[in-house]
């Protein structure tokens, strides 16, 4: 009977330590998607009549986000057509372009044109 005992908490033993181990490889693969493929997440936030940061600078074929924090609608339109324009976006939604050619990049919101903001791409 004891050694019965012995094997069930050698058992029991190896079954913790590796659903531990298993637990924590499953967190880090999490944990390295969470930034995307590129491993940089390129985020605009529209709060306060303002695009945030104001300018951005980032590699050719990285995408960039910009998502509505107020409760207005705003538009991402490029002041030389350099990328497609958004819809209107409402509260909480987003906009997403995949950068192109090396350049700076200037856009506004159409519904409110002294919002502006710059896009430096490199390559």
């Known amino acids: 009977m004891t050694t019965a ?17 298993l637990s924590v490889f499953a967190l880090g693969g999490e944990m390295k998607d969470v930034d995307g493929a590129t491993g940089k997440q390129n985020r605009i936030e529209i709060k306060d009549f303002a695009f945030n940061p104001k300018t951005i600078t980032v590699k050719a074929g990285e995408k960039i986000t910009w998502i509505n924090r107020d409760e207005e609608p705003h538009t991402v339109v490029s002041v030389e057509k350099q990328f497609k324009k958004s819809t209107a976006l409402d509260t909480d939604q987003e906009f997403t372009i995949t950068a192109g050619t090396p350049g700076t990049y200037t856009y506004y919101c159409s519904v409110h044109p002294k919002m502006t903001g710059t896009i430096v791409v490199e390559k």
């Open 5 to 21: 005992t012995r094997r069930n908490k050698k058992i029991a033993i190896v079954c913790a330590v590796s659903f531990l181990n």
